[in-house]
């Protein structure tokens, strides 16, 4: 069986373990996608309200720039 290292504790363990058996992750190498797919979804909300604000703040300013 080969052994991986466990993301979080860095022990040893089963790429078949279901969860580490040292820190007790459910599913340890799923922890970075699922990781990954959290950080995704701040991003994309961070850019948005970003664009939206950008959008709302500095869309009359512009228009007004421009006259
Ligand atoms: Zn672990």
């Known amino acids: 069986m080969p052994l991986l290292a466990c993301p ?3 022990k040893e363990i089963s790429k078949r373990a279901h969860s580490c058996p040292n820190c007790g992750e ?3 190498f799923r922890y970075y996608s699922r990781k990954s797919w ?3 979804i701040i991003w994309t909300v961070v850019i948005a309200i970003i664009v939206i604000y950008s959008w709302v703040e500095l869309l009359p300013m512009a228009i007004e720039a421009l006259r």
């Open 26 to 28: 459910p599913d340890p």
């Open 38 to 40: 959290v950080e995704r």
């Open 8 to 10: 979080l504790c860095e």
